[in-house]
T-cell receptor
């Protein structure tokens, strides 16, 4: 069965520092995709970054990068130069095969302090 | 800016009434949309896949007669919670893919917080 695991319920980071949010996944499908979303207290889900299973290079989007280690089945999110506005819940999600259905992890609450 | 619009953002209704939630794709067509549910301090769980012009596909354990989904056009899907009860109180959120490739981002609406009294 496909599964996403986020083992860090909460993380703290000081402003301007980098932080890594962990995500591991399990699937037997050779084709899959991995997403990270940010959910502020207002509730909306904000797309951050995507990594396809066949992508050779790690995805990057501004201050966000995805550390994709296929053999270890991990897709950690790295946020560089943290900002106070980065404080939110972060969800890792996996696309099932060639569908758009997402399986979500339990999330990590990130708090950035001055 | 937002690519998926959801309305209303909040709704309070009395037990036994029905509530309709709209999900619209802005400036793009979405033949498929997805409805998720999120309980407080929990993750998102897929409820159903909304298919334009055909019946929705429900995940195991989701009552199709309770959660009616209609995808009448390429830009609009609606979720109707029928005969709502307090246990239906939750955060409902829809998503759609912007772009034609599987690697295109899946965008979410802003969600609807339903409270049934």
């Amino acid at each position: 069965a496909q599964k996403i695991t986020q083992t860090q319920p909460g993380m703290f980071v000081q402003e301007k520092e980098a932080v890594t949010l962990d995500c591991t996944y399990d699937t037997s499908d050779p084709s899959y995709g991995l997403f990270w979303y940010k959910q502020p207290s207002s509730g909306e889900m904000i797309f951050l970054i995507y990594q396809g299973s066949y992508d050779q290079q790690n995805a990057t989007e501004g201050r966000y990068s995805l550390n994709f280690q296929k053999a270890r089945k991990s897709a950690n999110l790295v946020i560089s130069a943290s900002q106070l506005g980065d404080s939110a819940m972060y969800f890792c999600a996996m696309r099932e095969g060639d569908t758009d259905k997402l399986i979500f992890g339990t999330g990590t609450r990130l708090q950035v302090f001055p | 800016g937002a690519v998926v619009s959801q309305h209303p953002s909040r709704v309070i209704c009395k037990s036994g009434t029905s509530v309709k939630i709209e999900c619209r794709s802005l400036d793009f067509q979405a033949t498929t949309m997805f409805w998720y549910r999120q309980f407080p301090k929990q993750s998102l769980m897929l409820m159903a896949t909304s298919n334009e012009g055909s019946k929705a596909t429900y995940e195991q354990g989701v009552e199709k007669d309770k959660f009616l989904i209609n995808h009448a056009s390429l830009t609009l899907s609606t979720l109707t919670v029928t005969s709502a009860h307090p246990e239906d109180s939750s955060f409902y959120i829809c998503s759609a893919r912007l772009g034609v490739t599987l690697g295109s981002p899946l965008h979410f609406g802003n969600g609807t917080r339903l409270t049934v009294t």
